[in-house]
Structures are given as C-alpha cells and as structure tokens.
C-alpha cells in the first residue's frame, strides 16, 4: 500500500510563485520515479513534471525555465517550485509513483488557481 499526499496549492496572482509537496507512505522503493500531472478543467490530464530517483528531471514545454522539480529521498517527498505563474497554469495538480514491477499510485490532487 502507497498512500500520496500532496499540499501546498492555492490560489495566486499571475506573476506569483507556489510552492507544492508530494509526501510519500507506505511500499516505497528506492528505484522510482516521481511526477506531477495536471489537469485543467475540460483536458486531459498531462505531465508537467518527473524526476527519477537519482534526481534527474524533465519537464513539459510551458513550464521550462518556470517550474522547479525536487525530491528529498530522507523524507519520501517531491516538490514542485512554481514561478511566474500563469492562468493558464490553472489546474488540479497530482502526484504520480512509479516503481517498476508495480500499479503506478496517485495522490488525492491539489487545487491551483492563477488569477489575471
């Protein structure tokens, strides 16, 4: 069992920065691979973000050189650093695990609003 916690969204001004946590439980392995998705009212869900467990990272397009992605191994937890943000970074944002062999787990979602 994986349990996925995540906090840290809310709503912001366009230009502004939030700062989201992903805290992981449970059947963690330390070969994995951590992500955060959104999801826009009407769209598909879509990556955003990954980092592997060694730290490497890739992002989505839109967010290049605006979002930050991290991970404290000691702690079971990944961040996603967000700045300047925009409205069309609006979305309900979800952490993603994957550990090879396993179903991939999610969080429950937090919500991020960028007003104009």
């Known amino acids: 069992q994986v349990q996925l916690v995540e906090s840290g969204g809310g709503l912001v001004q366009a230009g502004g920065s939030l700062r989201l946590s992903c805290a992981a439980s449970?059947?963690?392995?330390?070969?994995?691979?951590m992500g955060w998705y959104r999801q826009a009212p009407g769209k598909q869900r879509e990556l955003v973000a990954a980092i592997t467990n060694d730290g490497s990272t890739n992002y989505e397009d839109s967010v290049k050189g605006r979002f930050t992605m991290s991970r404290d191994n000691a702690k079971n937890t990944v961040y996603l650093q967000m700045n300047s943000l925009k409205p069309e970074d609006t979305a309900v944002y979800y952490c993603?695990?994957?550990?090879?062999?396993?179903?991939?787990?999610w969080g429950q979602g937090t919500q991020v609003t960028v007003s104009s």
């Open positions: 449970g059947r963690i392995f330390t070969i994995n691979t």
């Open positions: 993603l695990l994957q550990r090879p062999g396993y179903r991939d787990a």
